[in-house]
């Protein structure tokens, strides 16, 4: 019989291409463990089949490591969370079938996490340098595979308000960044070389979509023609302007990003902001939010750097929630590359 004072839960995170085990006790993080794959960078890019062989190499010993650090043996486990998606197919398969197999070994009920749900909640994880949204709440999921306004009633019950219709912002800063010659993951780079620019120094067009939806295909193609454009007139055009050019990119993004989030304030009445997602690491977001706090009275909510990325323990707080609500899986269960919330 599970003590509900401690409840010990195993979460698996293999969306991409960050292997990622976490142990909590009910809301608390034991460990948090991530292998990072850096076979591709030298493809400037995530490669899908190269993803899920590395999660083969890397499940084990990451588990292991969770368990060793979290200081339990797998025999105090109540349940085993795991991303079901959404995400790369191959990378998702691998953590199913560890979560499915371990879970059936020893026992214990399974439980599948939304990868998008698991962004917005660990906003919920116990830490005193975190402080927790009171619901309703609006979040700003902002990755590189997706960008989305949720409007969070409760831990369950959540709504889409607005979604990109194309690229995630994500993947307008990793490939604006690639297009200046900077090495893959560029969005970390591009953002540092913004805080040393102009941010005015380039104005780019920003899309017209209705709603609280999202485009950015159409900025990354005027990028594109304006380094072009430039380069052909001068070839040291990026050498010479690349903090302003940089500067100028994200200004345009974080512009978009927050016009929609006022929009979606105006529409419902609802103050409270938390954002989640890799792009929730970006310095020039998280100062955006500080300063709507005195300039436009919203609460806003910021998650620690490790719970930004992709990591188990966003997984396990999920699971903590869903195992209080009696909410398991079934073996049959199969991984889901477009899982919607």
Same mark, same amino acid.
């Given at each position: 019989?599970?003590?509900?004072?401690?409840?010990?839960?195993?979460?698996?995170?293999?969306?991409?291409?960050?292997?990622?085990?976490?142990?909590?006790?009910?809301?608390?993080?034991?460990?948090?463990?991530?292998?990072?794959?850096?076979?591709?960078?030298?493809?400037?890019?995530?490669?899908?089949?190269?993803?899920?062989?590395?999660?083969?190499?890397?499940?084990?010993?990451?588990?292991?490591?969770?368990?060793?650090?979290?200081?339990?043996?797998?025999?105090?486990?109540?349940?085993?969370?795991?991303?079901?998606?959404?995400?790369?197919?191959?990378?998702?398969?691998?953590?199913?079938?560890?979560?499915?197999?371990?879970?059936?070994?020893?026992?214990?009920?399974?439980?599948?996490?939304?990868?998008?749900?698991?962004?917005?909640?660990?906003?919920?994880?116990?830490?005193?340098?975190?402080?927790?949204?009171?619901?309703?709440?609006?979040?700003?999921?902002?990755?590189?595979?997706?960008?989305? *306004?949720?409007?969070?009633?409760? &831990?369950?019950? =959540? #709504? $889409? !308000?607005?979604?990109? +219709?194309?690229? %995630? /912002?994500?993947?307008?800063?990793?490939?604006?960044?690639?297009?200046?010659?900077?090495?893959?993951?560029?969005?970390?780079?591009?953002?540092?070389?913004?805080?040393?620019?102009?941010?005015?120094?380039?104005?780019?067009?920003?899309?017209?979509?209705?709603?609280?939806?999202?485009?950015?295909?159409?900025?990354?193609?005027?990028?594109?023609?304006?380094?072009?454009?430039?380069?052909?007139?001068?070839?040291?055009?990026?050498?010479?302007?690349?903090?302003? *050019?940089?500067?100028?990119?994200? &200004?345009?993004? =974080? #512009? $978009? !990003?927050?016009?929609? +989030?006022?929009? %979606? /304030?105006?529409?419902?009445?609802?103050?409270?902001?938390?954002?989640?997602?890799?792009?929730?690491?970006?310095?020039?977001?998280?100062?955006?939010?500080?300063?709507?706090?005195?300039?436009?009275?919203?609460?806003?909510?910021?998650?620690?750097?490790?719970?930004?990325?992709?990591?188990?323990?966003?997984?396990?707080?999920?699971?903590?929630?869903?195992?209080?609500?009696?909410?398991?899986?079934?073996?049959?269960?199969?991984?889901?590359?477009?899982?919607?919330?």
């Amino acid at each position: 019989m599970v003590d509900k004072n401690q409840i010990y839960i195993l979460a698996i995170e293999s969306s991409c291409d960050d292997t990622s085990a976490a142990v909590l006790c009910n809301d608390h993080v034991l460990s948090n463990v991530v292998a990072t794959q850096q076979i591709h960078e030298q493809y400037g890019g995530v490669v899908p089949e190269l993803a899920s062989r590395a999660h083969q190499q890397n499940i084990v010993p990451v588990v292991h490591q969770a368990l060793a650090k979290a200081n339990i043996d797998k025999k105090q486990l109540a349940a085993i969370a795991f991303t079901r998606g959404p995400g790369l197919l191959g990378s998702l398969l691998v953590g199913t079938s560890f979560a499915k197999s371990m879970s059936l070994g020893l026992g214990i009920p399974l439980i599948e996490v939304n990868h998008m749900q698991a962004h917005i909640l660990a906003h919920f994880i116990k830490d005193t340098a975190q402080k927790r949204p009171s619901f309703p709440f609006l979040a700003l999921t902002i990755s590189g595979g997706h960008t989305q *306004i949720v409007l969070v009633n409760d &831990f369950f019950d =959540l #709504e $889409i !308000l607005g979604q990109t +219709l194309d690229d %995630a /912002v994500g993947e307008a800063y990793d490939k604006s960044a690639k297009l200046l010659g900077l090495p893959y993951p560029g969005g970390p780079l591009l953002d540092a070389h913004a805080q040393m620019g102009n941010p005015k120094a380039f104005p780019f067009p920003k899309p017209k979509v209705d709603g609280l939806n999202f485009s950015f295909s159409g900025l990354k193609t005027s990028i594109l023609y304006f380094i072009q454009r430039e380069t052909k007139k001068q070839p040291d055009f990026i050498t010479n302007h690349l903090n302003d *050019i940089c500067a100028s990119i994200q &200004f345009t993004i =974080l #512009e $978009i !990003l927050m016009d929609k +989030l006022k929009a %979606a /304030v105006a529409q419902t009445g609802v103050k409270t902001i938390a954002i989640g997602g890799g792009v929730a690491a970006n310095s020039g977001i998280r100062q955006r939010l500080l300063e709507a706090e005195s300039s436009m009275g919203w609460s806003t909510h910021i998650p620690k750097f490790e719970y930004c990325t992709d990591n188990a323990a966003m997984i396990g707080i999920v699971g903590y929630y869903k195992f209080l609500n009696d909410e398991f899986s079934e073996q049959g269960i199969a991984a889901k590359a477009r899982y919607t919330l």
